[in-house]
């Protein structure tokens, strides 16, 4: 390097050498220069950047590597300012990021919690695609000029070649490309070939373009950026969405797998597996979480342990005991706590003898004069027969007797003061009796005043121990509920949830409705009827239409099983593992604390059995709220719109000559029309006014007959949904079966052969036992309606829509615009 | 959004300082007649408040202007200036998505939404105002260890030449910092600063503050590398801190106690002013100022009590969290106080190190060139 600087002073001292060698001559005869000679300057290190797909990730590279450096010598304040800006973007990024972070913690599913991440991801992608896309290339292809070509500099820095439009170092357009070719350009503009300054002229064009161009970006990144970004993440949530549910299924499911090991117990167990399984148990019963209520507890318990406690005493022991539980559970806690503590202890101590000497006192001297008492009778002589009876028990802890030691005192001092006034002559045998009389009342009442509840050790280890069971019941309940709730609970993202979502957008996209048809139904319940009847009876007209709408339908349906039950993986079904889960985890607690003095609590954590159901307790609800409120009725809910089609399908074939209802054509038509009413609208108080057939009681009956209980279903029906693939486990039933299943247990629920309305609660044709006949029951197996889960299905829609077109139409204006302002641009002058 | 602007001169021309134009009608008159009006402004809250509202004034219409016709006097300051259009469309974009959806909600489901939208719009509000004022957390104490106000505004007056022949240069004003620019600092106006001081006024103030001793010969050659290495470094720790604390203003926003704020800032809550039919109607007009001004008052009491509520909640995280979810608020909010505080005690170190570190030529040393 240095000799080429050499060579090149020297080649210039020679080309000048005819030049006078003072400044002032040089200048003054410039023109006069022999330049044929002179060496051309060295070329500039700049070169413009290649950026394409092939490129990026070498490009990225080396940006970050420029970052990092540039880092580093902002902290050794060495960056220049291209550097420094460089950190400001870098900056942007470390803020973007934190805020994703932290709005992260703040929401509760996987999907939601990636979505933050993924927003500030397509808000800086919307950044780089926006100028890319509606600017740089529409400008590229109108006018040949690519405003965002980046340069490097001769100091390595990254640069856009147009960014400061009065300094624009065309020296680096080379003509590599078309776009870096100024002739090329002047033939884009229409330059005359022979024009004098052509090169000049596309060299202003560039120019133009460029500051049009930035400007136009300026004025348009803050619509579009936030819009783009919007709509990339409504187009992302989707299928992100499908993504997330699988890989929590999966680890809930591995989960599952666990518990069910789990709950083969480890009996048989040596070596190994038994190291093992107590590490499993760890995992699934994690106490860790409780452990500082634990320890709070027995501090707690070791203060006060011999000692009076107060009714504070005992709900600061509760809370502690029960943290985590609700209040009917700590109610019944507190209830065995208190029968455990009851008031039935004596503290005895100096105290009490100066009590009960007082009060025989103030008794005699009272009836008989001041100083009478002591007249009589050493009063010394209680406190030593006090001592000595409480050390012939051994001094108990803070003087506390049980109640029989306690009478067994007292009756000591009665008979005490019997018989010392007995051996005295002075008094009268008459006034004996009295006096004996009046002071063992006193000692009565000195004893009953001082009965006091007192926590025995005995007690305290119980309680402890109680203390233990219900942590560990929850930390075991803490388990299965994490997986319960994924897989039923009435929340986002769950499998129930996801499934229901996706059987309802396959109802709505095979019924084909129009923007139109959404836009009117999606104003109420009555329009969504009155259009989805109108669209069944058409679907039900041909075969082919019908047989594809309720098997696309079932197979959305009978993959909520497959999700919630974990089918595949040869295992136990998933869902009887964590229904076992819960019945095991209530029966062992109950167990063990039926052990203890705690059975209300032992019988509200898993007793209570009436017919067959754990009526008001924590297992009843839990397994209630799974398997009946949540799958059950939603599964209730598909069966009813699967039956509700067949209904149609049939009554289709019944106005063809086919399939035929009671035989009376008048008859079958009244049944028609109102059975479609029933199964698309009608609610459990519907069946309860026996939907007002009030003075038809034979219709009534055959109109339940035929909606329910018949049993009837049209072959099309049988051909599309008795499939193997709805059947998920060997044995269970198609959802042909399922459908006719349900039908007839609605039937025979809310069918009623007493046709009397003032009982209203109507009676089962089938025995069901009382507690399959509560209105919660039946709430759950009528389910929702057709047409209230098609009108929900269809305001989520419709709102969706709404969104989406209002964000994309003003996208559409800001990208038309600015697609448009391109042939505005670039015109030149005409002076 | 859009390009980076944090470290290039973002501000445009304030109101000329006298409102005339020169009198420099013929275009004969050389062009070094042309006095320099470029000024030293008070880095003061007016200053800063003038100076954004020409600059978004400005970036808004008379750039645009310029710019789309692609104006051969178009700069790149206006190109940069324009870049504050985006953040403030943008912002104001953002706010139309997160509360755009809730008005189509099913009741049931819009309350819940909107209170998040309306949090997230508050977010975006709090960000840029959190990311502005946290700047001082660097250059305050910078500022006071050094002496060097690495936020000190001028105003740059320039004139174009004229479009016609008889037309006069038209005066265009720029807003900058002194200190915006690592590579090329305006020195020059630190000269002469203040009257009947010597020339090297400011760079004495400055060589003596950060060690490098009194009476110096060139305190200027003294002090210009020291500015550069402070530039350098602040420039960084704004960099990165000002975002983060621009996060934690979205943070705070997205706190639970803001409901509240925006209940009371709903027009339910608005205390609606009925007119005294029996008062005559100067009276009403003003009970209705009093009526506009309790209600103000009782919002912004509300804002002010929130705030404090939120800021507690964003430190304490939920009740019920564990681990990171319950810590994430004091994780960040120490992060972000952490980059301020090492960006501004590392600037200082720099300063006060320097003397030590000055380079100095060493005529033996051999120095290869490539």
Redesign the interface.
């Known amino acids: 390097?240095?000799n080429l600087?050499q060579n090149y002073a020297n080649n210039i001292g020679q080309g000048i050498s005819s030049v006078n060698n003072t400044t002032k001559k040089y200048y003054n005869n410039l023109t006069d220069v022999n330049s044929d000679n002179l060496l051309k300057p060295l070329d500039g290190k700049g070169y413009l950047v290649e950026n394409n797909l092939a490129t990026a990730p070498v490009e990225f590279a080396k940006d970050t590597y420029y970052t990092a450096k540039s880092?580093q010598?902002?902290?050794?304040?060495?960056?220049?300012?291209h550097e420094?800006?460089k950190?400001?973007?870098?900056?942007?990024k470390?803020?973007?990021l934190?805020?994703a972070?932290?709005?992260m913690?703040?929401r509760q599913t996987p999907k939601m919690k990636a979505m933050e991440f993924i927003g500030f991801g397509s808000f800086l992608a919307s950044?780089a695609i926006w100028p890319k896309v509606a600017l740089q290339w529409p400008a590229q292809l109108i006018h040949g000029v690519n405003f965002r070509k980046q340069y490097v500099d001769e100091q390595g820095r990254k640069k856009y070649l147009t960014?400061?439009?009065?300094?624009i170092p065309f020296d680096l357009m080379k003509g590599k490309r078309k776009s870096e070719d100024l002739g090329h350009i002047a033939d884009r503009m229409g330059v005359p070939k022979n024009e004098k300054d052509r090169n000049e002229l596309a060299k202003e064009h560039i120019?133009?373009?460029s500051?049009?161009n930035?400007?136009?970006?300026?004025?348009t990144?803050?619509?579009a950026?936030?819009?783009m970004?919007?709509l990339i993440c409504n187009r992302i949530e989707g299928p992100l969405g499908k993504l997330t549910e699988k890989i929590s299924n999966n680890r809930v499911n591995k989960m599952i797998d666990k518990i069910a090991a789990y709950q083969k117990g480890s009996a048989g167990l040596t070596g190994e597996d038994k190291d093992k399984f107590t590490k499993l148990e760890s995992k699934i019963v994690d106490m860790k979480?409780y452990e500082g209520t634990e320890k709070k507890l027995a501090k707690l318990l070791t203060s006060k342990t011999g000692q009076v406690i107060s009714e504070k005493d005992i709900d600061a022991i509760n809370e502690l005991l029960t943290e985590g539980f609700d209040t009917q559970t700590q109610k019944t806690a507190k209830f065995d706590l208190s029968e455990m503590l009851k008031a039935d202890k004596s503290v005895i101590n100096d105290e009490t003898v100066n009590e009960i000497s007082d009060a025989i006192t103030k008794k005699l001297d009272g009836k008989y004069g001041e100083g009478y008492t002591a007249s009589i009778f050493d009063t010394k002589k209680l406190s030593e027969h006090v001592n000595n009876f409480m050390n012939q028990n051994g001094n108990p802890k803070n003087g506390v007797l049980g109640a029989d030691k306690s009478d067994e005192l007292r009756n000591s001092l009665g008979q005490l003061i019997e018989d010392s006034i007995s051996g005295n002559k002075s008094i009268r045998e008459a006034r004996k009796e009295v006096i004996t009389d009046m002071a063992t009342d006193a000692i009565n009442n000195v004893f009953a005043k001082k009965k006091a509840a007192v926590l025995t050790d005995e007690a305290a280890g119980q309680i402890s121990k109680a203390g233990h069971i219900l942590r560990k019941f929850r930390a075991y309940d803490r388990t299965i509920s994490s997986a319960t709730h994924f897989k039923v609970e009435n929340a986002p993202e769950t499998i129930v949830g996801n499934n229901w979502g996706d059987v309802t957008s396959t109802l709505i996209k095979e019924l084909h409705i129009s923007p139109k048809e959404l836009n009117e139904a999606k104003s109420s319940e009555e329009l969504t009827a009155q259009l989805f009847t109108r669209k069944l009876e058409n679907i039900a007209k041909n075969e082919e239409k019908y047989q594809k709408f309720v098997s696309n339908i079932a197979e959305k349906m009978a993959l909520l099983d497959e999700k919630l039950d974990n089918p595949k993986s040869g295992k136990r079904n998933a869902m009887d593992v964590l229904v076992d889960g819960i019945i095991q985890n209530c029966d062992d607690t109950a167990k063990d604390l039926h052990a203890l003095p705690f059975s209300n609590l032992a019988e509200r954590i898993g007793g209570g059995n009436i017919e067959g159901n754990f009526i008001g307790s924590i297992k009843d609800s839990k397994l209630r709220r799974i398997k009946i409120q949540r799958v059950d009725s939603v599964k209730s809910s598909y069966m009813r719109l699967l039956h509700t089609a067949d209904f149609f399908r049939r009554a289709e074939e019944y106005n063809t000559g086919k399939g035929g209802f009671s035989g009376n054509q008048k008859l079958d038509k009244a049944l028609i029309e109102k059975g479609k009413k029933i199964l698309m609208s009608s609610h459990s108080g519907d069946f309860y006014l026996k939907h007002e057939t009030a003075n038809n009681v034979s219709f009534y009956k055959a109109l339940i007959w035929h909606t329910f209980n018949s049993g009837a279903m049209s072959e099309s029906t049988k051909k599309a949904l008795n499939k193997e693939s709805h059947e998920v486990f060997a044995g269970k039933s198609t959802m042909a079966q399922r459908i006719t299943k349900w039908a007839k247990h609605v039937g025979n629920l809310m069918g009623t052969n007493i046709y009397d309305f003032l009982k209203n609660n109507t009676e089962g044709i089938n025995n069901f036992t009382r507690a399959q006949q509560t209105a919660v029951e039946k709430f759950n197996k009528i389910a929702c309606t057709p047409d209230n889960m098609l009108y929900?299905a269809l305001?989520g829609k419709?709102?969706s829509n709404?969104?989406l077109r209002?964000?994309t139409t003003a996208g559409s204006i800001v990208l038309g615009t600015t697609l448009a302002?391109q042939f505005a641009?670039?015109k030149q002058d005409k002076n | 959004m859009g390009i980076d602007t944090s470290n290039a001169n973002t501000t445009i021309a304030l109101t000329p300082k006298s409102a005339t134009c020169p009198p420099y009608n013929h275009v004969h008159i050389p062009a070094e007649h042309i006095p320099d009006e470029t000024t030293i402004l008070p880095n003061n809250l007016n200053t800063r408040a003038r100076r954004s509202f020409q600059k978004v004034t400005s970036a808004f219409t008379e750039y645009p202007a310029k710019g789309l016709k692609g104006d051969k006097k178009s700069t790149f300051y206006e190109f940069l200036t324009m870049g504050n259009v985006p953040y403030i469309l943008g912002s104001l974009t953002f706010m139309g998505l997160f509360n755009g959806a809730p008005s189509w909600f099913p009741n049931v489901n819009k309350k819940g939404a909107r209170h998040w939208g309306n949090r997230m719009a508050l977010g975006v509000l709090f960000y840029g105002l959190a990311k502005n004022l946290s700047k001082s957390l660097v250059t305050v104490p910078v500022k006071m260890a050094t002496g060097i106000d690495t936020e000190m505004p001028y105003q740059k007056v320039s004139y174009t030449i004229p479009d016609r022949k008889d037309a006069a240069p038209e005066p265009v004003y720029e807003q900058h910092k002194v200190f915006e620019s690592r590579d090329f600092p305006r020195y020059d106006i630190l000269y002469n600063m203040k009257e009947g001081e010597p020339r090297n006024y400011y760079f004495d103030r400055i060589a003596q503050k950060n060690g490098l001793g009194k009476n110096l010969e060139a305190s200027d050659g003294e002090v210009k590398p020291l500015i550069k290495d402070v530039i350098s470094r602040s420039s960084t720790a704004k960099s990165l801190s000002t975002y983060a604390w621009g996060g934690i203003g979205v943070m705070l926003a997205v706190q639970p106690a803001w409901t509240n704020f925006f209940k009371a800032l709903s027009k339910k809550s608005w205390k609606k002013f009925i007119p005294n039919n029996n008062e005559n109607k100067f009276i009403n007009i003003v009970d209705k100022g009093i009526n506009t001004s309790k209600n103000l008052w009782r919002i912004t009491q509300s804002f002010g009590r929130n705030l404090v509520k939120a800021s507690k909640e964003l430190y304490n995280g939920p009740a019920t969290a564990k681990g990171f979810n319950k810590h994430a608020g004091k994780i960040f909010l120490g992060f972000a106080a952490a980059l301020s505080a090492f960006g501004a005690i590392n600037t200082i170190y720099g300063a006060k190190t320097y003397g030590g570190r000055k380079i100095t030529i060493d005529s033996k040393k051999k120095v290869q060139v490539d």
Do not use: E
């Open positions: 390097m240095v600087i880092l010598k902002g902290i050794t304040g060495k960056a220049n300012d420094l800006g950190l400001n973007d870098l900056g942007l470390i803020g973007g934190s805020i972070a932290y709005l913690t703040k950044m960014q400061d439009p009065n300094y120019r133009k373009v500051v049009q930035n400007t136009l970006w300026m004025l990144a803050g619509f950026t936030p819009i970004t919007g979480p929900n305001k419709y709102n709404k969104w209002m964000w302002a641009f670039g």
